[in-house]
């Protein structure tokens, strides 16, 4: 089926994808412990979550934790498990007042048991009704995502289609990204989302994370509201 889409139609986008990248030299830069750099990663996200329901955001995917961050330093990998536990069991409900769903999506099995456990309790207790939604890509990976969703359908035999391929991800249920921004000054998605944004607008900023303001969002918003986009037609 082909897209059609108008300049009017997409002047707001239902889903956003965020790299948040800088924890790290934002905590160095302040002669602190990195952990502390994820916290005030966290923070921002909070806001973010907040502008997104102020502009009609209902979907945010942020890149919290990749496959290949476990091979960190064992004291950050610990203070990243730590804030999870953190969140988990006193942010929650905070969330959920404000109509927000949050799904854990990665290889969930590599989480210490505890963290799993209270992955799964998360996901049985979601609102299906709730007007917006936090996807927290942790523990992931887009290539390792792909082959799990592939393995799992060999398994599983039948027609090999996109809509089956996509109910396989990990991420299943998540919106394809209108908008993916990575913070931090790189240029590449670093194995994020690969499969869902490949129709996604980019965006590329120079600011640390936990610096990221009100002011860059809306920037990032009305550059999109400028682009015209065609999905190939």
Not at 29 to 54: F, I, N, S
Not at 79 to 105: F, I, K, P, Q, T
Not at 155 to 176: I, N
Request: aromatic share 10%; with cysteine; proline share 3%.
């Amino acid at each position: 089926m082909e897209a059609q889409t108008t300049h009017e139609e997409v002047a707001r986008p239902n889903a956003v994808g965020v790299i948040m990248d800088g924890n790290r030299r934002w905590a160095k830069q302040r002669d602190m412990p990195t952990v502390e750099g994820h916290r005030a990663g966290y923070a921002r996200l909070k806001e973010v979550l907040e502008w997104c329901k102020e502009d009609g955001v209902h979907d945010l995917a942020v890149y919290a934790f990749s496959t290949e961050n476990w091979h960190r330093a064992e004291e950050e990998v610990g203070g990243l498990m730590r804030l999870m536990r953190y969140v988990l069991e006193h942010e929650l409900s905070e969330l959920r007042s404000h109509d927000v769903a949050v799904h854990v999506v990665g290889d969930l099995a590599r989480f210490p048991d505890d963290l799993q456990q209270s992955i799964a309790r998360l996901h049985e207790t979601n609102s299906p009704d709730a007007q917006y939604r936090l996807w927290v890509c942790a523990s992931y990976g887009g290539r390792a995502e792909i082959v799990h969703a592939a393995a799992k359908l060999l398994e599983a035999g039948g027609d090999g289609t996109e809509a089956r391929f996509a109910e396989a991800l990990w991420s299943a249920g998540m919106p394809d990204p209108d908008i993916v921004i990575r913070t931090g000054g790189q240029q590449r998605l670093s194995n994020f989302l690969p499969w869902q944004s490949v129709y996604s607008e980019l965006f590329f900023l120079d600011t640390l994370w936990p610096d990221f303001s009100r002011e860059e969002w809306g920037g990032v918003l009305a550059a999109y509201a400028a682009r015209k986009r065609n999905f190939g037609a």
